[in-house]
């Protein structure tokens, strides 16, 4: 598991949550922790970041939601591994079955 640390700032323009979520984005973004390392516990991480865990339980929900974080029940939440090679492979494919669809129409036109 990772050491990570996050502070706070109270009484600032953004919620709490928003900072320990934008804070823990860019760790995931610029490696600091990388693909399939393990987060700390939302009771780890609240009290080093000295906030209740509803605002971490929040923050990791939404991590969730932007899919940077998986989450497997009773093992923890995990940086979830970025696969940019399969979304891109996946619309090439799409396009490639679309161009075979309208060969085969042209084809069967063609034979009436």
């Known amino acids: 598991m990772a050491s990570v640390k996050v ?3 109270r009484g600032g323009s ?3 949550t ?5 804070q823990l984005g860019r760790m995931i ?3 600091i922790l990388a693909a399939g390392e393990l987060l700390p516990s939302e ?3 609240a009290e080093a970041a000295g906030v209740a865990r509803n605002v971490v339980r929040r923050s990791y929900e939404l991590l969730t939601a932007s899919g940077q974080i998986e989450s497997a029940s009773r093992r923890g939440r995990r940086v979830r591994r970025q696969s940019a090679k399969k979304s891109g492979s996946a619309k090439k494919s799409s396009s490639k079955s679309g161009a075979k669809k309208s060969s085969r129409k042209g084809s069967a036109k063609k034979r009436r």
């Open 14 to 16: 953004e919620s709490l």
């Open 7 to 9: 502070r706070v700032k």
């Open 29 to 31: 973004q610029t490696g």
């Open 18 to 22: 928003r900072q320990i979520t934008d």
């Open 43 to 45: 009771r780890t991480l």
